[in-house]
């Protein structure tokens, strides 16, 4: 996830908005970036044979010898291992060029870019592709559909933080620059960020609506529980998000407006590192907490059930999925259409903020 958000970021945020300044701020920022990525896609590598190795010794242990020779072992699962394995050390290597200024900045270096992302972002989305032959290919399309706005939404989103906190960092950006590029930077993160808060909404409300049955089981089920934390780490993130959304970009709008030498530029350099660190921690939180998400709290709940009738944790049985009707489909379709407009209005209002702000902010200066 690390390294296709700071793929993205340098792609589509950094990279343009490092191209309106000077020569030596682009090359500065892409390097530190894919630095950065070149190392993350290396690591994840014995992270991903690491986790099999656990899951195939049956003592508790780590066998790797078991865990490399799973790796196109000819099964479904392992298929999407070695894909996993080979996708994110591939997109390693086409990082490992833009570590050169010369080639970041140069024509390849978008290129490169965009084949190093296309790589983790399909290696991120194996861990989520169906290892079995589906009884309802419609039903798995659509739930790996989710899975993929979920996992990508949450990369490109925290991966991104992660990346603005490590470009704001001394050294990256020429002070001559700074202005023009957080403004720019900030802007086009703010539009990414709020793209990926709504695919990350909706797919979550897509596995609320899969895994749990009412508000009550995020308290009766350890599924729930962990749910529940997520979401609260989920929704201060969020109200961080407000904060930079309305407060903070039309500022920096306005900071651009009003020239660099002003004091709000030293009260925003000095605030903005502090609350993307603070997100970036939420972040890691939220990944922290992630895997222990296991099952189903319907599940749960319902085999509790089942052993409190029975007397007996022996061969519970499971419940079915839940069934799609019409109305699915009409509520489904009204949150998404809710949540999308909420965040393109959210957008549009903070544009209007910032202008609003700029508009000001010179007569403010000669005052």
Not at 94 to 105: E, F, G, M, T
Not at 133 to 147: I, K, N, Q, S, Y
Not at 238 to 265: E, T
Not at 349 to 365: I, K, N, Q, Y
């Amino acid at each position: 996830m690390g390294f296709v958000g700071l793929a993205a970021l340098a792609l589509v945020v950094t990279g343009p908005a490092a191209r309106r300044v000077g020569r030596e701020t682009p090359a500065a920022v892409m390097v530190r970036l894919f630095r950065c990525a070149a190392v993350l896609g290396v690591l994840a590598v014995p992270a991903v044979l690491t986790g099999l190795a656990h899951d195939a010794s049956g003592s508790g242990g780590y066998d790797y010898a078991a865990a490399w020779n799973a790796l196109y072992d000819g099964s479904n699962a392992g298929r999407l291992s070695g894909l996993e394995v080979t996708l994110i050390l591939a997109g390693a290597v086409l990082a490992v060029p833009l570590c050169i200024r010369k080639v970041a900045v140069g024509p390849a270096g978008s290129w490169l870019a965009a084949a190093g992302l296309g790589a983790g972002a399909v290696a991120l989305g194996a861990t989520k592709f169906p290892d079995a032959v589906p009884e309802d290919w419609g039903r798995a399309g659509f739930e790996t559909l989710m899975w993929m706005l979920h996992l990508l939404g949450g990369a490109v989103w925290l991966g991104g933080l992660a990346g603005l906190a490590l470009l704001a960092l001394p050294g990256a950006v020429a002070p001559a620059d700074r202005g023009v590029f957080w403004s720019a930077s900030i802007r086009r993160f703010s539009a990414a960020a709020m793209s990926c808060v709504a695919a990350i909404t909706l797919s979550g409300l897509f596995l609320y609506w899969e895994h749990v049955d009412g508000p009550t089981q995020l308290f009766t089920t350890m599924y729930g529980r962990v749910l529940g934390v997520k979401i609260l780490i989920f929704g201060v993130l969020l109200l961080l998000g407000v904060f930079n959304q309305f407060w903070l970009h039309p500022r920096v709008d306005a900071l651009r407006a009003a020239g660099d030498d002003r004091p709000l530029h030293r009260i925003l350099v000095r605030r903005f590192p502090a609350v993307v660190g603070i997100e970036v921690v939420l972040g890691a939180a939220v990944l922290f907490v992630a895997p222990f998400l296991h099952g189903s709290a319907r599940n749960q709940a319902f085999q509790a059930n089942a052993a409190g009738a029975t007397g007996s944790l022996a061969d519970l049985p499971k419940i079915a999925p839940k069934a799609v009707h019409a109305s699915t489909w009409f509520w489904g379709t009204t949150e998404t259409i809710v949540v999308i407009a909420f965040m393109v209005a959210g957008y549009w209002f903070s544009g209007v903020l910032a202008r609003r702000r700029a508009a000001v902010a010179p007569a403010l200066t000669t005052g």
